[in-house]
């Protein structure tokens, strides 16, 4: 059984920064693409940024440059590390895993969130102004 399960939100001043983290486990495979989105009060679930299992990442438009997703050598966790926070970044952020082939196509932008079937809970991140 895939589970997911995110910690590490919380509230933030504009400019801070945070470090989310994801324990992955119940993934059998060895290949794979692990992401994170969010989702604010009122809108649709939004890609942030992905990796996958041969370490390629990608990023939504609005957080390159502040955001890196990373993993941790066993591969058990990932991460994303956000800096220079903004108001605008203020979400719910998952973290989620399916099949290798759904990073490739990150490549024209973050790809929807019905394209992956298995998520964690959430944490929540609060970024005043």
């Known amino acids: 059984q895939v589970r997911l399960v995110e910690s590490g939100g919380d509230s933030v001043e504009a400019g801070g920064s945070l470090r989310l983290s994801c324990e992955v486990s119940?993934?059998?495979?060895?290949?794979?693409?692990l992401s994170w989105f969010r989702q604010a009060p009122g809108k649709e679930r939004e890609g942030v940024a992905a990796?996958?299992?041969?370490?390629?990442?990608q990023y939504a438009d609005s957080v390159k440059g502040r955001f890196t997703i990373s993993q941790d050598d066993t591969k058990k966790f990932l991460y994303l590390q956000m800096d220079s926070l903004k108001p605008d970044d203020t979400a719910m952020y998952y973290c989620?895993?399916?099949?290798?082939?759904?990073?490739?196509?990150w490549g024209d932008g973050p790809i929807p969130a019905t394209r992956y079937d298995y998520w964690g809970q959430g944490t929540q991140v609060n970024v005043s102004p």
């Open positions: 119940g993934w059998t495979r060895s290949t794979y693409c």
């Open positions: 990796i996958s299992s041969d370490g390629d990442t």
């Open positions: 989620a895993v399916d099949k290798f082939i759904l990073c490739r196509y």
